[in-house]
Protein backbone atom coordinates (compact mmCIF):
# COMPACT_ATOMS: atom_id res chain seq x y z
CA UNK A 1 0.00 0.00 0.00
CA UNK A 2 1.60 3.62 -0.82
CA UNK A 3 1.96 6.20 2.12
CA UNK A 4 -0.19 8.60 0.94
CA UNK A 5 -3.16 8.54 -1.75
CA UNK A 6 -5.78 10.23 -2.87
CA UNK A 7 -9.61 10.18 -1.45
CA UNK A 8 -11.91 11.46 -3.89
CA UNK A 9 -15.20 12.36 -2.41
CA UNK A 10 -18.67 11.98 -4.28
CA UNK A 11 -21.85 12.40 -3.49
CA UNK A 12 -23.38 8.78 -3.50
CA UNK A 13 -21.35 7.36 -6.97
CA UNK A 14 -18.17 6.43 -5.04
CA UNK A 15 -19.08 2.79 -6.19
CA UNK A 16 -20.37 3.18 -10.28
CA UNK A 17 -17.20 6.01 -10.84
CA UNK A 18 -14.84 3.33 -9.72
CA UNK A 19 -16.32 0.62 -11.77
CA UNK A 20 -15.82 3.42 -14.22
CA UNK A 21 -12.00 4.51 -13.68
CA UNK A 22 -11.00 1.09 -13.50
CA UNK A 23 -13.08 0.10 -16.67
CA UNK A 24 -11.12 2.41 -18.76
CA UNK A 25 -7.55 2.11 -16.86
CA UNK A 26 -5.78 -1.54 -18.08
CA UNK A 27 -3.87 -2.19 -14.63
CA UNK A 28 -6.64 -1.49 -12.49
CA UNK A 29 -9.21 -3.08 -10.20
CA UNK A 30 -11.15 -2.89 -7.18
CA UNK A 31 -9.20 -3.65 -3.80
CA UNK A 32 -12.00 -3.12 -1.20
CA UNK A 33 -15.29 -1.71 -0.27
CA UNK A 34 -16.69 -0.74 3.46
CA UNK A 35 -20.66 -0.49 3.83
CA UNK A 36 -22.25 1.44 6.03
CA UNK A 37 -23.46 -0.25 9.56
CA UNK A 38 -26.06 1.02 12.01
CA UNK A 39 -24.11 3.73 13.14
CA UNK A 40 -24.06 5.50 9.48
CA UNK A 41 -23.68 7.52 8.08
CA UNK A 42 -26.81 7.07 5.86
CA UNK A 43 -28.62 3.73 5.71
CA UNK A 44 -26.83 0.56 6.92
CA UNK A 45 -25.27 -1.83 4.42
CA UNK A 46 -24.65 0.98 1.78
CA UNK A 47 -21.39 1.77 0.46
CA UNK A 48 -19.42 4.14 2.53
CA UNK A 49 -16.13 3.71 0.54
CA UNK A 50 -14.30 1.89 -2.04
CA UNK A 51 -10.74 1.50 -2.62
CA UNK A 52 -9.14 0.88 -5.99
CA UNK A 53 -6.17 1.30 -8.31
CA UNK A 54 -5.49 2.64 -11.41
CA UNK A 55 -2.27 1.96 -13.46
CA UNK A 56 -0.93 0.80 -9.86
CA UNK A 57 -1.65 3.78 -7.82
CA UNK A 58 -4.16 3.89 -4.44
CA UNK A 59 -7.52 5.47 -4.27
CA UNK A 60 -10.47 5.76 -2.32
CA UNK A 61 -13.61 7.00 -3.81
CA UNK A 62 -15.88 8.23 -0.38
CA UNK A 63 -20.05 8.37 -0.47
CA UNK A 64 -19.38 12.10 1.62
CA UNK A 65 -22.96 13.24 0.66
CA UNK A 66 -23.37 16.43 -1.68
CA UNK A 67 -21.41 19.30 0.82
CA UNK A 68 -18.25 19.01 -1.29
CA UNK A 69 -17.72 18.93 -5.22
CA UNK A 70 -14.66 18.41 -7.56
CA UNK A 71 -13.08 21.98 -8.64
CA UNK A 72 -10.14 22.23 -11.19
CA UNK A 73 -7.91 23.10 -8.57
CA UNK A 74 -7.12 19.49 -8.38
CA UNK A 75 -6.71 17.19 -11.45
CA UNK A 76 -5.46 13.62 -12.39
CA UNK A 77 -2.55 13.68 -15.03
CA UNK A 78 -2.57 10.99 -17.43
CA UNK A 79 1.07 10.15 -19.21
CA UNK A 80 0.25 8.99 -22.58
CA UNK A 81 3.06 7.67 -24.81
CA UNK A 82 1.18 9.50 -27.69
CA UNK A 83 -1.81 10.57 -29.82
CA UNK A 84 -3.34 7.11 -30.04
CA UNK A 85 -3.53 7.04 -25.86
CA UNK A 86 -4.07 10.67 -25.96
CA UNK A 87 -7.57 9.68 -28.41
CA UNK A 88 -8.56 6.79 -26.51
CA UNK A 89 -8.38 8.43 -22.58
CA UNK A 90 -9.80 11.08 -23.85
CA UNK A 91 -12.88 10.01 -25.70
CA UNK A 92 -13.51 7.67 -22.58
CA UNK A 93 -12.81 9.98 -20.07
CA UNK A 94 -15.03 12.30 -21.54
CA UNK A 95 -18.34 10.05 -21.91
CA UNK A 96 -20.70 12.22 -20.03
CA UNK A 97 -18.32 15.00 -18.87
CA UNK A 98 -16.88 18.27 -20.48
CA UNK A 99 -14.04 19.49 -22.25
CA UNK A 100 -11.83 22.30 -21.16
CA UNK A 101 -8.88 23.61 -22.88
CA UNK A 102 -5.39 22.74 -23.32
CA UNK A 103 -6.10 18.81 -22.44
CA UNK A 104 -8.44 19.33 -19.77
CA UNK A 105 -11.71 17.47 -19.16
CA UNK A 106 -14.02 17.14 -16.83
CA UNK A 107 -15.64 13.48 -16.23
CA UNK A 108 -19.30 13.11 -15.60
CA UNK A 109 -18.65 12.79 -11.71
CA UNK A 110 -16.98 16.54 -11.84
CA UNK A 111 -13.44 15.09 -11.55
CA UNK A 112 -10.64 17.24 -13.84
CA UNK A 113 -8.30 15.03 -15.77
CA UNK A 114 -5.35 16.32 -17.99
CA UNK A 115 -4.83 13.75 -21.26
CA UNK A 116 -1.40 15.04 -21.99
CA UNK A 117 1.42 13.04 -24.40
CA UNK A 118 4.63 12.56 -22.47
CA UNK A 119 6.25 14.39 -24.66
CA UNK A 120 4.75 17.56 -24.35
CA UNK A 121 7.38 18.62 -20.57
CA UNK A 122 10.23 18.06 -22.91
CA UNK A 123 8.80 20.31 -25.58
CA UNK A 124 7.85 22.85 -23.15
CA UNK A 125 11.18 22.82 -20.78
CA UNK A 126 13.95 22.17 -23.85
CA UNK A 127 16.62 24.59 -24.24
CA UNK A 128 15.15 26.01 -27.18
CA UNK A 129 12.93 28.83 -25.73
CA UNK A 130 11.55 30.23 -29.06
CA UNK A 131 10.13 26.46 -29.68
CA UNK A 132 8.63 26.09 -26.47
CA UNK A 133 6.90 29.26 -26.86
CA UNK A 134 5.36 27.99 -30.11
CA UNK A 135 4.38 24.91 -28.36
CA UNK A 136 2.55 26.76 -25.29
CA UNK A 137 1.15 29.26 -28.04
CA UNK A 138 -0.03 26.51 -30.04
CA UNK A 139 -1.21 23.91 -26.94
CA UNK A 140 -3.34 27.22 -25.78
CA UNK A 141 -5.95 27.21 -28.69
CA UNK A 142 -6.10 23.67 -28.34
CA UNK A 143 -9.06 21.77 -26.26
CA UNK A 144 -7.70 17.95 -26.72
CA UNK A 145 -4.18 18.05 -27.18
CA UNK A 146 -2.70 17.13 -30.94
CA UNK A 147 1.09 15.46 -30.69
CA UNK A 148 1.43 15.98 -34.29
CA UNK A 149 1.32 19.98 -34.61
CA UNK A 150 2.79 20.26 -30.98
CA UNK A 151 5.82 18.81 -32.42
CA UNK A 152 5.88 20.85 -35.43
CA UNK A 153 5.17 24.05 -33.71
Same mark, same amino acid.
Given at each position: ?38 ? $?????? +? ?6 ? !?? =?? #? ?50 ? $?????? +? ?6 ? !?? =?? #? ?25
Amino acid at each position: MQKIHSMLWFDHQAEEAANFYVSIFKNSKITAMAKTTEA $GPGPAG +TVLTVGFQ !LE =GV #DFTALNGGPLFKFTEAVSLVIDCGGQDEVDYYWDKLLQGGEPSACGWLKDKY $GLSWQV +TPRILPEL !LM =GK #DKARAARVMQAMMKMVKLDVKTLEEA
